[in-house]
């Protein structure tokens, strides 16, 4: 059975293109430098960033975990969103690995307030930690996939700049953000130091992520990088599948934010599912199916029963993500597959 899957966009399978780019590939020993295709990656990368340079690592968490450890030093603090991937699916990474320690503000549906982000920066006191780092994250992937507008980055920026406090940006789908706001990449990335993105998701290759910064940054990254076991040898097996990812996918993004805005009105018009429009924005639904008398693994069971796919657990929070692999006929099956099982409740 081939199941609607809209668990999340890091199921999309790689392209026939990128099947064939990979076996074609040309490699060597990417930790001699020595791999050619990681190597065009990684300008290409650089290049659409707006970047000095890029480095290829494993995964997104890799990314943001190696650019973490290399922005700050051990008993510095860092200023987060308190729901942000950061804080939420990483592990504790932040105090294992960077041996720094968490100010999480919250955010107004993921986005900060400048002003709380320059209230939340220590002054200078024996006391107190040394605020080494200000992370963003857009789209923010609790929130519903909510992008931070260019003035609010640019604000805090500049905030993080009279401080001389960098910023990265946990910009896993910044093509998506960039797609919302209508704007070139680099008109979002200039308002940080470095920025991770995901290869993986959206973007539909099979593994991968990229840190982009300074040619400094990238250099103090990678023993970094090293150091996590983040040092692959022919690796370019996996940047040629990144090679056609930025030159194919990042801009038909859009189809994936319609088929997400289609899915989202249907699901509205389903008694006792809840959700709130103004988040829908990229390619993330988040909704509250309290209404339907079940919790969200209940209602992801009963759903699979009529092929379609969503992550559900014992809360009543029930996220679908819209994809490459999910085509507007999709939607509408999916659509019925609900409206079924939650009439089937009642
Ligand atoms: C998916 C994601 C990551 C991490 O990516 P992995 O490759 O799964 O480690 C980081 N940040 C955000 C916002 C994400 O959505």
């Known amino acids: 059975m081939k199941y609607i899957d809209l668990r999340s966009d890091t199921v999309t399978q790689p392209t026939p293109e990128m099947r064939e780019?990979?076996?074609?590939?040309?490699?060597?020993?990417?930790?001699?430098?020595?791999?050619?295709?990681?190597?065009k990656l990684e300008e290409m990368a650089a290049e659409m960033l707006g970047k000095e340079a890029a480095m290829l690592v494993t995964s997104g968490t890799q990314g943001n975990q190696v650019s973490i450890m290399t922005h700050t030093h051990k008993g510095e603090e860092i200023i987060l969103e308190e729901n942000s991937h950061i804080i939420t699916?990483?592990?504790g990474g932040i105090g294992y690995l960077a041996g720094v320690q968490a100010k999480t503000l919250k955010g107004n549906k993921g986005v900060l307030n400048p002003e709380d982000v320059e209230k939340a920066i220590r002054p200078k006191n024996i006391h107190f930690p040394e605020t080494s780092l200000i992370c963003l994250e857009n789209t923010h992937n609790r929130a519903g996939g909510t992008v931070t507008p260019i003035e609010v980055m640019k604000k805090i920026y500049e905030i993080a700049q009279k401080h001389g406090i960098p910023v990265h940006l946990d910009g896993a789908r910044i093509f998506?953000?960039?797609?919302?706001?209508?704007?070139?990449?680099?008109?979002?990335?200039?308002?940080?130091?470095s920025v991770?993105?995901?290869?993986?998701?959206?973007?539909?290759?099979?593994?991968?992520?990229?840190?982009?910064?300074?040619?400094?940054?990238?250099?103090?990254?990678?023993?970094?990088?090293?150091?996590?076991?983040?040092?692959?040898r022919q690796a370019g097996f996996i940047a040629a599948a990144g090679i056609v990812a930025l030159?194919?996918?990042?801009?038909?993004?859009?189809?994936?934010?319609?088929?997400?805005?289609?899915?989202?009105?249907?699901?509205?018009?389903?008694?006792?599912?809840?959700?709130?429009?103004?988040?829908?924005?990229?390619?993330?639904?988040?909704?509250?199916?309290?209404?339907?008398?079940?919790?969200?693994?209940?209602?992801?069971?009963?759903?699979?029963?009529?092929?379609?796919?969503?992550?559900?657990?014992?809360?009543?929070?029930?996220?679908?993500?819209?994809?490459?692999?999910?085509?507007?006929?999709?939607?509408?099956?999916?659509?019925?597959?609900?409206?079924?099982?939650?009439?089937?409740?009642?």
């Not at 076996?23 to 791999?35: L, P, S």
């Not at 319609?258 to 990229?282: S, Y």
């Not at 996220?319 to 019925?336: G, P």
């Open 21 to 39: 780019a990979m076996y074609k590939a040309e490699v060597g020993d990417d930790v001699y430098g020595e791999d050619p295709t990681v190597r």
């Open 89 to 91: 699916y990483e592990v």
């Open 176 to 193: 998506n953000a960039a797609t919302y706001l209508n704007v070139d990449v680099k008109e979002i990335a200039k308002y940080a130091d």
């Open 196 to 232: 991770m993105f995901c290869l993986s998701k959206g973007l539909c290759a099979p593994i991968g992520s990229i840190v982009v910064g300074t040619k400094e940054f990238i250099e103090r990254a990678r023993k970094y990088r090293k150091m996590l076991g983040g040092g692959m």
């Open 247 to 346: 030159e194919k996918m990042t801009k038909r993004l859009q189809e994936d934010h319609d088929n997400a805005r289609l899915l989202a009105e249907g699901l509205k018009n389903i008694p006792g599912i809840d959700l709130d429009m103004e988040t829908v924005q990229t390619n993330i639904v988040m909704t509250d199916i309290s209404g339907t008398g079940m919790t969200g693994r209940e209602f992801s069971l009963k759903l699979k029963e009529h092929g379609v796919l969503v992550n559900g657990g014992d809360d009543f929070s029930v996220r679908f993500v819209t994809h490459y692999y999910i085509t507007k006929e999709d939607v509408k099956k999916a659509l019925s597959a609900i409206e079924k099982v939650v009439r089937e409740k009642h």
